[in-house]
Every structure is written in structure tokens, then in C-alpha cells.
């Protein structure tokens, strides 16, 4: 973890507040990085909410299955399924398809 220690030192004494790719992604290190600290989870929905629009197709898979991710290992942890997770990624996904096709096709779940 000692080049994820220094991306996450990198980014906290920069200011990248105008930069949403680098939140983002700083906030998914600092999951895996302090998984208990569910604040990041939490800032990950609110940014996705805000800039997932600016990323493609690939990169927005990649950060919607972080987020995923996130909360299956917070379930595999200890048996607490991470709610917030499971309601909020489906329907980051619905829409997300829905604004770059114009439909939404039935997801594979």
C-alpha cells in the first residue's frame, strides 16, 4: 500500500477540489484504505451524483463497480449489508444508461 499512501498524501496536500476524476478516485483509495470510515463511501455517492456525467462509458463501470465492490467487502466483513450501497448503484446505473441510449434495457439481475 506504499504508493497508494503516497497518491493519497499527494492528493490531500493539493488542492484538486475543481478536479472530480481525482476526488473520485482519492475517495475509492481511501475505502480500501480505511473501509471502516464510511464517510467515504458516502462522498463517493455524492460526487458520482454530481460529475458521473463527465466520465466514459469504461471509466464510469470501473467507479460504479468500486462502489459495489465497497460494500460487498463491507458484507463479507461482518454479515452488515451496506444499504446505501445496494439502492443507491442500481439506480446510478439505470440512469446512467437511460441518459447516454435514450432507453433502459433490463439489467442482468
Given amino acids: 500500500?506504499?504508493?497508494?499512501?503516497?497518491?493519497?498524501?499527494?492528493?490531500?496536500?493539493?488542492?484538486?477540489?475543481?478536479?472530480?476524476?481525482i476526488k473520485i478516485y482519492y475517495q475509492i483509495l481511501l475505502c480500501y484504505k480505511e473501509p471502516d470510515n464510511r464517510q467515504h463511501f458516502d462522498s463517493i455517492k455524492e460526487l458520482i451524483?454530481?460529475?458521473?456525467?463527465?466520465?466514459?462509458?469504461?471509466?464510469?463501470a470501473e467507479i460504479l463497480?468500486?462502489?459495489l465492490n465497497y460494500c460487498i467487502k463491507q458484507m463479507n466483513?461482518?454479515?452488515?449489508?451496506?444499504?446505501?450501497?445496494f439502492q443507491f448503484i442500481p439506480r446510478m446505473a439505470t440512469a446512467w444508461i437511460a441518459t447516454c441510449t435514450g432507453q433502459?434495457?433490463?439489467l442482468p439481475f
Avoid at 500500500?1 to 476524476?21: A, C, G, Q, R, W
Wanted: proline share 6%; glycine share 4%.
Fill in 65 to 67: 463497480d468500486s462502489a
Fill in 77 to 85: 466483513r461482518s454479515f452488515r449489508i451496506c444499504f446505501g450501497g
Fill in 49 to 60: 451524483k454530481k460529475h458521473i456525467h463527465i466520465f466514459p462509458e469504461i471509466e464510469v
Fill in 1 to 21: 500500500m506504499l504508493f497508494i499512501d503516497e497518491i493519497i498524501e499527494h492528493v490531500k496536500s493539493n488542492d484538486y477540489s475543481d478536479t472530480p476524476p
Fill in 104 to 106: 433502459v434495457n433490463s
